[in-house]
C-alpha cells in the first residue's frame, strides 16, 4: 500500500510514521488508539490474504434480511456481508461493471446467479443492488435487473482491493439520494440531468457528509471512506 493516512482516523501522515497492522499489513496506523478503535471492523477483514483472494461483498436479498435476527443497525448495513472470495469467481468474468461508480472513479463489480445465470426459482428482491446497477443517463437499470428478482448478489472492487462494509453503504446511499432526489424530479425543479451529479468530486463529498450524519445518528464505529481508492 503506498497511500500515507491512517486507515482509522484518515488524517494524512508521513508514510515513516504510520505502523501496518502485524495481522495483514493491508491498513497503516499513526497511533496505538487509531489502530485499537478500529479493531472491531478491522478484525472481520484481518487476515493474510492468498495472492488469489479479494475481499468482496455479499449483499442480501430481502428474504435473507428478513431471516437475520433483530439488531439496532440500520437494514442497508444488515444486508452488507464481509466475504472472501477467489480471484477466478464468476463476478470477475460474468459480473457487470455498474457503470455509475465507474463515472465517480470507484468501480464496482456486480454478480447474481439469477440475472447472470438464470437461476430464478429462489429469486428474491434486492433493491440495493439493483439501485447499484443504474445507468448514469437515465437512473434506470437495465431491464433484466428489473424484471429477474436478483436474489443475494456478489460486489467486488474491479481492481481487487478490499471492498469495505462503509464503502459499499456509502455508495448504495449516493445511489438513493440520486434516484430520489435527482432522477426523481422532473427538470422543472431545477436538477440537471442526473449523470452531472455522478462525478469524482461528488461522491467524495456526499460521502464526507454520510459519514458524519452516521455519527450523528449514534454509529460511532461508521468509519470514514474518504480514500476508497
Ligand atoms: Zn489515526
Ligand atoms: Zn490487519
Given at each position: 500500500?503506498s497511500?500515507s ?14 505502523k ?8 497503516r ?7 485499537s ?6 478484525k ?9 483472494e ?25 444486508r452488507i456481508?464481509h466475504?472472501l ?7 470477475f468474468?460474468k ?5 455509475a461508480t ?7 463489480l456486480?454478480?447474481?446467479d ?11 428482491e434486492n ?6 446497477r443504474?445507468?448514469p ?6 431491464p433484466?435487473w428489473q424484471?429477474?428478482?436478483?436474489d ?11 471492498l ?9 446511499a ?14 422543472e425543479?431545477?436538477?440537471?440531468p ?11 463529498l ?12 449514534g ?11
Amino acid at each position: 500500500m503506498s497511500a500515507s493516512f491512517c486507515t482509522s482516523c484518515q488524517m494524512d501522515e508521513d508514510a515513516s510514521t504510520l505502523k501496518s497492522c502485524s495481522g495483514c499489513s493491508t491498513v497503516r496506523y499513526c497511533s496505538k488508539e487509531c489502530q485499537s478503535e478500529h479493531w472491531k471492523i478491522h478484525k472481520l477483514m484481518c487476515r493474510q490474504l492468498k495472492p488469489d483472494e479479494v475481499w468482496g461483498i455479499k449483499l442480501l436479498c430481502k428474504r435473507e434480511l428478513a431471516a437475520l435476527p433483530p439488531s439496532p443497525e440500520p437494514d442497508i448495513a444488515r444486508r452488507i456481508k464481509h466475504i472472501l472470495l477467489k480471484k477466478n469467481h464468476a463476478v470477475f468474468t460474468k459480473g457487470d461493471l455498474c457503470p455509475a461508480t465507474q463515472a465517480y472513479g470507484f468501480p464496482l463489480l456486480i454478480f447474481s446467479d439469477g440475472v447472470h445465470l438464470g437461476r430464478q426459482g429462489k429469486g428474491s428482491e434486492n433493491q440495493p443492488a439493483v439501485y447499484l446497477r443504474i445507468e448514469p443517463e437515465d437512473g434506470f437499470a437495465p431491464p433484466n435487473w428489473q424484471m429477474l428478482d436478483p436474489d443475494d448478489c456478489i460486489v467486488v472492487r474491479r481492481d481487487c482491493k478490499p471492498l469495505t462494509r462503509e464503502a459499499m453503504e456509502a455508495c448504495y446511499a449516493f445511489h438513493a439520494m440520486l434516484m430520489s432526489d435527482v432522477y426523481g424530479y422532473p427538470e422543472e425543479h431545477g436538477w440537471p440531468p442526473g449523470k452531472e451529479h455522478i462525478t469524482r468530486a461528488a461522491f467524495p463529498l456526499f460521502y464526507r457528509k454520510y459519514y458524519r450524519d452516521q455519527h450523528e445518528l449514534g454509529r460511532k464505529q461508521f468509519k470514514p471512506v474518504y480514500r476508497p481508492l
